[in-house]
Nanobody, 124 residues
Framework: QVQLVESGGGLVQAGGSLRLSCTAS????????MGWFRQAPGKEREFVAA????????EYADSGKGRFTISRDNAKNTLYLQMNSLKPEDTAVYYC?????????????????WGQGTQVTVSS
């Protein structure tokens, strides 16, 4: 079982930037697709972005296209999410996810392991 630990969340003003990190322990992530999800109060957890095991293929939810960039460093067993031009509606708990050997992550059913989440709050 892989353990995922997110970091980098915090409070930022609208228009600002944050970089989230997710570090894995227990097993290497180099062969697994990874992703980010978020959950705002009173809402369901939603897909944000995903990246293939090689880092070549990425996908984004419409809400983050052009503002968010997902990347990974397999040598460091770490996943990243660079978030720019943040908006108040980006406020949520952000979760790191590893696929359940489904090949890619496009929804919650593709996730095999979750991190504990990191809070991102964007003030207006």
């Amino acid at each position: 079982q892989v353990q995922l630990v997110e970091s980098g969340g915090g409070l930022v003003q609208a228009g600002g930037s944050l970089r989230l990190s997710c570090t894995a322990s227990g097993r290497t992530l180099s062969s697994r697709a990874m992703g980010w999800f978020r959950q705002a109060p009173g809402k369901e957890r939603e897909f944000v972005a995903a990246i293939s095991w090689s880092g070549i293929n990425t996908e984004y939810a419409d809400s983050g296209k052009g503002r968010f960039t997902i990347s990974r460093d397999n040598a460091k067993n770490t996943l990243y999410l660079q978030m720019n031009s943040l908006k108040p509606e980006d406020t949520a708990v952000y979760y790191c996810a590893a696929d359940r050997l489904a090949g890619f992550i496009r929804s919650k059913i593709d996730v095999g392991s979750w991190g504990q989440g990191t809070q991102v709050t964007v003030s207006s």
